[in-house]
């Protein structure tokens, strides 16, 4: 069977249900995660803008959401195909899911699942863990793909329906980006972009408008994108298990790459480590992304303090509340935590490239006086191996919330999101309560 028939298949047919419980409770896990992240992430600067920016109709205000979960930085993310899928396959199911009014939980539950797999998938085949330091932003590139496939989903599309709303999804879909800066990156224009695109794919399926089903079935991707990609990554064993056990959480709002060095010093600090006698922190990491977070932080730009290991170990020994803050306002200029990222020095380390991108690894080696204190993260909190489980979700949802909204509705929302899928009103809760985050 061509490509494209076999995954409207799996999204015409695929059961949340029919998974192992553990794999059932990990996908509510990850759902009430991005709807947190949504809720917090509605309240930056930025999130404004975006509203600004798709003050348009119902399509606009999916992609507006789905941006808000994506800037967030405290999304999850799959590591070896570096893609966030739920940033993309959560907030369009809540969103479509409050347009349709009648509010099925295990519809909305199969759909986010259906849309978070072929994400993943899709950069997967595109060795996206490589091809993001080429220009290709994986998450963004197979966007379109995995809202199509919620759409189809949720709409119930037939299997040629489907297969059309996923081929043009794939035609619609960008190619590289450029490098983005300032307070208001580029980027979220063309994640919106992205998002909008899966809808209008979807829409004009719907409509009638055909695509082309044998699309993957010879080397388009590689001709027409300049994306190699390897089709069996995005079928073989498709709908046997799925993707959630290889998921990881982040903590705390962070880059990912980031997250390695400022979990290990975390821990340090736990131990007992005093920062201020902290002289110098050698921080070493793979080749692929030590350019990328021994960066500056630029004041003016609050996702540069996410990017920078320093920085974000300097507001761990510092200011470690806010490493909660998705607005980071308060602390960017916060001159403790600026003094103790110029002490961090990042090196590449061929040693660890081997692993990579099954494992983001870092070991960071902090002097103190005449001695040299090392630590390694092989697996950081929030991996597979060190998996946040509920009670962990529940305290981040609370440290991100409470600030912005006081202890007991942070707790409220906190409690609707991880319950969402459980029943139907308990979803419609949930759903309501997104919809109306994204304002």
């Not at 619609?172 to 992205?194: E, I, P, Q």
């Amino acid at each position: 069977m061509s490509v494209i028939p076999q995954l409207a298949r799996f999204v015409r047919e695929a059961s949340l249900a029919r998974l192992p419980m553990g794999e059932q409770a990990m996908a509510r896990r990850h759902v009430a995660d991005a709807a947190i992240a949504g809720v917090a992430g509605a309240r930056t600067h930025e999130a404004a803008a975006f509203r600004d920016l798709g003050a348009g109709g119902d399509d606009d205000a999916i992609a507006v959401a789905a941006t808000i979960v994506r800037h967030s930085e405290v999304d999850d993310i799959h590591l070896p195909s570096c893609t966030t899928p739920s940033s993309v396959a959560v907030p369009v199911a809540l969103m479509l899911a409050a347009e349709l009014g009648d509010i099925d939980p295990a519809r909305v539950a199969d759909a986010i699942w259906v849309g978070t797999e072929l994400v993943t998938r899709f950069g997967v085949a595109i060795d996206g863990a490589n091809a993001l330091y080429r220009g290709v932003w994986p998450t963004c590139v197979g966007a379109p793909l995995g809202v199509a496939a919620v759409a189809a989903r949720l709409w119930g599309l037939d299997q040629a329906t489907t297969e059309h709303a996923l081929s043009l999804s794939l035609m619609l879909m960008g190619g590289r980006t450029g490098k983005f800066s300032g307070s208001l990156s580029g980027r979220w224009v063309l994640f919106m972009g992205a998002i909008g695109e899966g809808m209008r794919a979807a829409r004009a399926a719907r409509a009638g408008f055909c695509g082309d089903a044998t699309l993957l079935d010879g080397p388009w991707l590689e001709k027409a994108q300049g994306m190699p990609a390897d089709m069996a990554k995005l079928v073989d064993g498709l709908g046997a298990t799925s993707i959630y056990p290889a998921l990881s959480m982040k903590p705390f709002c962070t880059a990912r790459q980031a997250l390695g060095p400022t979990d290990a010093f975390m821990a340090l600090l736990d131990e007992g480590l005093d920062p201020r006698a902290v002289e110098s922190v050698v921080v070493r990491v793979p080749q692929t992304y030590a350019g990328m977070i021994s960066q500056r932080v630029d004041p003016a730009n609050r996702l540069s303090g996410f990017v920078s290991a320093g920085f974000q170990m300097g507001l761990a020994a510092f200011r470690r509340d806010h490493l909660w803050d998705l607005d980071r306002s308060a602390v960017m200029n916060d001159p403790n935590a600026l003094a103790f990222a110029a002490r961090v020095s990042v090196f590449a380390d061929s040693a660890l490239q081997a692993d990579y991108p099954r494992r983001w690894p870092a070991i960071i080696e902090v002097r103190v006086g005449d001695a040299v204190i090392e630590r390694a993260a092989m697996a950081v909190t929030g991996d597979p191996d060190r998996r946040l489980d509920d009670a962990a979700v529940i305290d981040k949802g609370r440290r991100l919330l409470t600030p912005l909204m006081g202890e007991a509705q942070a707790s409220q929302t906190v409690d609707a999101a991880m319950a969402g899928l459980t029943s139907p009103s308990h979803c419609e809760r949930l759903v309501a309560m997104f919809r109306a985050a994204m304002g």
